[in-house]
Each structure stands twice: as structure tokens, then as C-alpha cells.
């Protein structure tokens, strides 16, 4: 196996045009299982992991925006100031170990081939863009077109990268707004540790009312839950909304797994939404 192993995302750029096959490396959490089974073996590594970034997070001349590089990882963003809008859960204990938390990356975590990216609900709550370099240029891409495609793929170790990124595209950085207010919840079905069964998260932004849902692979916006919040204000009831949209993205499964998130979708979003401040209520609708 060929490791190549830039220190400047310069060199990173210019070594992934010159090796489109090779598999990109950040912290290697998600992937380094992969190797150790022998569900991936790949001729090249391209290793992210010698870069410095220089500054990890920064404002942005945005509104509430920053900006971080593609290599902060789960504990930089966690104990970073800048960050504690999107992390209000600053201790996220139930994100792997200590271990894991100081090597993944967040954006690894937003490309990780299982399905499992955690992170993904919060970052879409703060429409995070993803920065992309090739020896053509940079462009951006919006994480919610990203999960969308994703979520029409089989995860699969021989397709590794989301079809939207190019073989010859690094992510550099991400972009976020952050929510003004933002509550989280996750349920587990047998212990909190175990991968999620749903996944809610609730906030307040600039542009109104957001409600994202994870359950079944899929994590998205809930556009039916938003409106309704926005027609009915602070006596919403987020619960309905969100458990319908679960019913609808579970499709034909009725199993007892199923039925429990779909049921816990509505309970998570109930709870968030108590969650915010009461005068974030009053706010949201002008009231
Ligand atoms: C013990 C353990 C516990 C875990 N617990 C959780 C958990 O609770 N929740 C959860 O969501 N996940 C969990 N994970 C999975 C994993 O830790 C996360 O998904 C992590 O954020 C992946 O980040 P990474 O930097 O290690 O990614 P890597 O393994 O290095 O890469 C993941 C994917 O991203 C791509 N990639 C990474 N950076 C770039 C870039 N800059 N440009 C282009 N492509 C890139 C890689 O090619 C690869 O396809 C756990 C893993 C372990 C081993």
C-alpha cells in the first residue's frame, strides 16, 4: 500500500489530482475498521492527517458564521467558544470514546460510508457548506444536497466518497450559520452508547424555524414540522409533525425497531422543542 502524506493542503490538492484512486484518510475512525476487517483494501492512502491547519475555526464576515477546517476534530469543535451554539452539548459523551473524539474529524464524520454521522443533524441545522478544492478551483456544496444524494446510495466500502464530491475533490473547510437557539435529542434503543434510533434537533434562526430528523439512514429537513411551526407559533405541536414524518421515511417497515423510533421521533421533538427558551418561542413567530 502507497501512503502519500501531504503537510499543506496545497500539496494535498495537488497530490489528490495526481491520484484520483487513492482513498482519502483524515482521522481514520470511520475507515481504519474497514481496513483492519479487510472490507477495504486500497493501492493508496492519501493521509490528511500531517496537516497543520493554521487557524481551525474562525468567524466569517457572515452573520454568525464561521468557518472551520476540514480537519478540527469532534474534541476542537466540542471545547472551541466559537462553536458552543452548535454544541450546546458540550461534553457529546455519547459520541464514541475520549479516543475516537480526539482523532475524528467532523467533516470524516459527514463522509463516513456507514450510516452512522451523527454530527450530520447537527451540521445540516446550521446549513453547513462544505469547501471543495481540485487543481480546477474551489467550489461549495450545500450538506443538505450532500445527505440527499447519500441517502439514495447503499453504503458500500468500494464507493466511499458521496457521488456529488469528485474523485479529484478534497473538502477543505466547512461553513456554518449558527442557530440562535438550538436543542438536540437522540434515543437509543438499548444503550446510549448504541447508534441512534432517531435523532432530533430543533432551532431558531435568522430565517425561521428548523427541524431536522434522523431515522433509517436518512437525515434530513422536516419542511411539514417547520411550517407548521410557523403558522402555529409557540403552541405548535412539533410531536405530530415530526412522528408523521418518520412514518413516512420508515416506508413499508413495521417492525418493532421501526415502530419504536418512529414513536420516539415525536417524543425527541416534543422535548426539544420545550427545551428552547419561552421567549424563543414568542420570537419565532412575531408574536
Ligand atoms: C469506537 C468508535 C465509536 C464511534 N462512535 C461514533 C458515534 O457515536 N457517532 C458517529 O456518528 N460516529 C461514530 N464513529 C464513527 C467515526 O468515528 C466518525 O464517523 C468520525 O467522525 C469519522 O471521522 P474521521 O476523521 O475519523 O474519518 P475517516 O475515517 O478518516 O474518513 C471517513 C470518510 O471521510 C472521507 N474524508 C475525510 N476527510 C475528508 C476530506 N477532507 N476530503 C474528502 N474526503 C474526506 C474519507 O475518505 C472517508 O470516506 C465511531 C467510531 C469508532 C471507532
Known amino acids: ?49 500531517a496537516i497543520e491547519p493554521r487557524e481551525p475555526v474562525q468567524l466569517t464576515s457572515e452573520r454568525s458564521g464561521v468557518r472551520f477546517d476540514a480537519l478540527t476534530t469532534v474534541h476542537q469543535a466540542l471545547t472551541n467558544p466559537l462553536l458552543e451554539r452548535l454544541f450546546p452539548d458540550r461534553e457529546l459523551r455519547w459520541f464514541g470514546v475520549p479516543a475516537v473524539r480526539h482523532r475524528a474529524t467532523l467533516v470524516g464524520n459527514l463522509l463516513a460510508p456507514s450510516g452512522r454521522r451523527d454530527l450530520a443533524v447537527l451540521l445540516l441545522l446550521a446549513d453547513a457548506r462544505l469547501q471543495l478544492r481540485s487543481g480546477d478551483g474551489e467550489r461549495e456544496l450545500g450538506l443538505a444536497d450532500l445527505l440527499a444524494a447519500s441517502s439514495r446510495l447503499t453504503p458500500s466500502p468500494s464507493r466511499l466518497t458521496p457521488s456529488l464530491i469528485g474523485p479529484d475533490e478534497l473538502v477543505t473547510a466547512v461553513t456554518v450559520s449558527l442557530p440562535d437557539h438550538l436543542r438536540h435529542a437522540r434515543a437509543a434503543i438499548r444503550a446510549s452508547v448504541a447508534p441512534a434510533a432517531a435523532t432530533v434537533a430543533v432551532a431558531l434562526t435568522a430565517l425561521g424555524p428548523r427541524v431536522v430528523l434522523s431515522i433509517g439512514g436518512r437525515i434530513g429537513r422536516v419542511p411539514a414540522a417547520e411550517r407548521r411551526w410557523m403558522d402555529d407559533g409557540a403552541n405548535v405541536d412539533l410531536a405530530a409533525a415530526v412522528r408523521g414524518a418518520a412514518r413516512v421515511w420508515s416506508g413499508d417497515r413495521r417492525d418493532e425497531d421501526t415502530e419504536y423510533a418512529v414513536h420516539a421521533a415525536g417524543v425527541l421533538a416534543r422535548r426539544c422543542h420545550r427545551a428552547l427558551p419561552t421567549h424563543a418561542g414568542r420570537w419565532d413567530n412575531g408574536r
Open 1 to 49: 500500500m502507497t501512503w502519500l502524506r501531504p503537510t499543506t493542503w496545497d500539496q494535498a490538492v495537488r497530490l489528490r489530482t495526481a491520484h484520483p484512486e487513492a482513498t482519502v484518510l483524515a482521522g481514520g475512525t470511520a475507515l481504519q475498521p474497514l481496513f483492519n476487517a479487510g472490507a477495504l483494501r486500497p493501492a493508496s492512502v492519501l493521509s490528511l492527517a
